[in-house]
Every structure is written in C-alpha cells, then in structure tokens.
Nanobody
Framework: QVQLVESGGGLVQPGGSLRLSCAAS????????IGWFRQAPGKEREGVLC????????YYVESVKGRFIISRDNAKNTVFLQMNSLKPEDTAVYFC????????????????WGQGTQVTVSS
C-alpha cells in the first residue's frame, strides 16, 4: 500500500527556516517523482517543486528559487524540502505527492498524496 507521510511543519517567523520530510512506504522512491504542493486558504493547490527518481529537479514557483531546496534519500525512502528565508506568503498546507518517473506541476497528474503539514510564517 502506497503511503506518504509529511512532517516538519510549524510556526516560524519571517526569515526563518523549516525542513519538511515526506516519508514514503509501499514503494521504492528511486523510480518515482515526488512533488511538493501547497495550498493557502482560499487558493488552489499549486505545484512548488518536484524531484525525479534520477535526481532531476523542476521548480514551478519562481519565488521559491534560491530559498527552497529539495533532496531525496532513497535509502531512507524520504524526500526533504528545506525552506529558507521564509515569507508570510509561503504560509500554506504543504503536501507531497508521487507519480511514476516524470515530474509535473499539475496536482491532477499525481495519484498518491500525503495528509499535508501546516506551515505558518508570521511574526
């Protein structure tokens, strides 16, 4: 059974950092792409960035480039999202999702989702 579990969210001040984790079970990460999405209140879910099994990375939100770093540890079957220099506009529920091989910024392309973790950036 495919399962994704996010963790690491919380409340942080502007300029702070958080590290999110997406732990996968029921499948081996190295053949799958993992995307990070976020959904702010009243807004649609948007793709943030994605990492393929090969390690290739695609960013879908220009404003996170240089601040968000995605990485994967296939031995631990876990993908990480290091978020630095956080801004209030980064406040959202963050989700990880998986699909076979290729990345996508469209949520409808992903079949399996985690439950989400809340990230709040506020002073």
């Amino acid at each position: 059974q495919v399962q994704l579990v996010e963790s690491g969210g919380g409340l942080v001040q502007p300029g702070g950092s958080l590290r999110l984790s997406c732990a996968a079970s029921g499948f081996a990460l190295d053949s799958y792409a993992i995307g990070w999405f976020r959904q702010a209140p009243g807004k649609e879910r948007e793709g943030v960035l994605c990492i393929r099994g090969s390690g290739g990375i695609t960013y879908y939100v220009e404003s996170v480039k240089g601040r968000f770093i995605i990485s994967r540890d296939n031995a631990k079957n876990t993908v990480f999202l290091q978020m630095n220099s956080l801004k209030p506009e980064d406040t959202a529920v963050y989700f990880c999702a998986t699909r076979l091989v290729l990345c996508s910024g469209r949520s409808t392309d992903f079949r399996s989702w985690g439950q989400g973790t809340q990230v709040t950036v506020s002073s």
